[in-house]
C-alpha cells in the first residue's frame, strides 16, 4: 500500500497538475539503469523505460558525464550562432543513418510536423504538385504526437476529438494493407507516412515484407517514404532502425525519444539533400533545436549506438522475453507481439483491464503502462540482463495466477 509520502504527493499532483495523464499510484524520486526507486526507497524494475526515451537506461555513466561536462561549458546559442556540436552531431547521426542531411528538433511531434513540410515543400518545388493541393497517406491506428496537425489524422478519439478545425491534406489506409495503399495514392500524393511498428498502437506489428512493398511502391509512383522510428528506433527492435528488420532504406527518418539519452530532449528529421535541401534560412526553426546540450548527449548516443553492441544485446535479450511471453499464452494472456525488447501483451480481457494488469504489476515491482483496452506495453531499458528479464516474468505469471 503506498504509505502517506506517495498519497501527499499524489494528491498535490491531483491538486496542481492538470489532468492530461492518469499515472499509477507511484512517485519516483531515483534511478539508475533499469531500476527506479520510489520516495518510501521502494525499488522497481522499469519496464517501460519512457516509452524509449530510456534505451540506454536511467542516468548512462556516458551520457550524464558529457551532459554534465556540457552544462559547465555552453548550453544553449539558438541558431543565430553556431556552436561547436552541432555539426559534429548531425554528421555523427547522418552517417549512423546513412544519410546527408539532419534537421534537428526537440520533441517528437516536433520532428514529425517537420517532416510534413519538408514532404510538403518537396512536393511542390520538386514534384511539381500545384500549391496547397499535397496529400500525405498515413495509416489506421497511428500515434505520431499531439499537435494540432497529427491530431488531425489520428482516429484515436480520445486524441483527436474536440480539437478542431483540423488540419487537410491526410487520407488514412489500413495499417499493413498495400493495396489500399496503393489505391490511395494520387498523383497530388508527396509522401507515406508509417511507424514500422506501431507503438502506441500496441507494438503492432505489420505483415512480413509490407514495409519492403511500401519502399517500391513509393520509389515507383514517386512519393517520399517517411519512417517515424521515434520509439521503434535507435536499438529497441534488435537494429538501429526498425526499417533494417526488412532491409528497407526510407527516404525520411524521424528520430526522437532516445536521442535525448533520456536526459533532454532531442528529436531530428534525417534525409538526402534532395529532400532537406527544400528549407532555406528563415522557412523553419526552433529556438531550442540543435541546442549544444542536446547536440553534445545525442552525439553520445550516437557513439553508443554506432558499436552495435546494444542491438545485438537487444535481439539476444528480446528473445529470451518473446519466449517467456509466449508462454503465457492460454493462461491469461491471449497473444504476444515482440520486436526486439519490445512487447505487446494482450491480457484476456475476460480477466482483467491493461490498466488493472498494469497496477497488479506495480505491486510486484514492475512498472509498465497499458494501451487500448487490454494491451498491456512492455520495453524495458536496453540495459536489462536475463535475470531482469526472468523478474518480469515472473511478476506477470504471479499477477496471471
Ligand atoms: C511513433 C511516435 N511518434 C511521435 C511521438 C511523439 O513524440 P513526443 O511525445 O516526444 O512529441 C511518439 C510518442 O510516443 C511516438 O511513439
Known sequence: MPGSSTSEHVSLAADWVAANYNPLPVVLSHAEGAWVTDVE???????????????FGHLHPTLVAVARAQLDRLTLTSRAFHSDQLGPFCRDLATLAGKQLVLPMNTGAEAVETAIKTARRWGYE??????????????????????????????????????????PGFDVVPFGDIEALEAAITDETVAVLLEPVQGEGGVILPPDGWLRDVRELTRRTGVLMLADEIQSGLGRTGSTFACDLEGVVPDVYILGKAL?????????????????????????????????LGAAVGR?????????????????????????????????????RCRGLWAGVDIDPGRMTGREASRRLLEHGVLVKDTHGSTVRIAPPLVVGEAEIDILLDAFAAILR
Open 41 to 55: 526507497g521502494r525499488r522497481y524494475l522499469d519496464a517501460l523505460a519512457g516509452y524509449s526515451a530510456l534505451n
Open 126 to 167: 520538386v514534384k511539381g504538385v500545384p500549391d496547397g493541393r499535397a496529400r500525405i497517406v498515413v495509416m489506421a491506428g497511428n500515434f505520431h504526437g499531439r499537435t494540432t496537425t497529427i491530431i488531425s489524422f489520428s482516429d484515436d478519439p480520445v486524441a483527436h476529438d474536440h480539437y478542431g478545425p483540423y488540419t
Open 300 to 336: 553520445a548516443v550516437v557513439g553508443l549506438l554506432a558499436t552495435g553492441e546494444w542491438q545485438q544485446h537487444a535481439r539476444r535479450l528480446g528473445a529470451h522475453l518473446e519466449a517467456g511471453l509466449r508462454e503465457l499464452v492460454g493462461h491469461g494472456v491471449e497473444a504476444v
Open 260 to 292: 535525448g539519452g533520456g536526459i533532454v530532449p532531442v528529436s531530428a528529421v534525417v534525409a538526402d539533400r534532395d529532400v532537406l535541401g527544400v528549407f532555406d534560412p528563415g522557412s523553419h526553426g526552433s529556438t531550442f533545436g540543435g541546442n549544444p
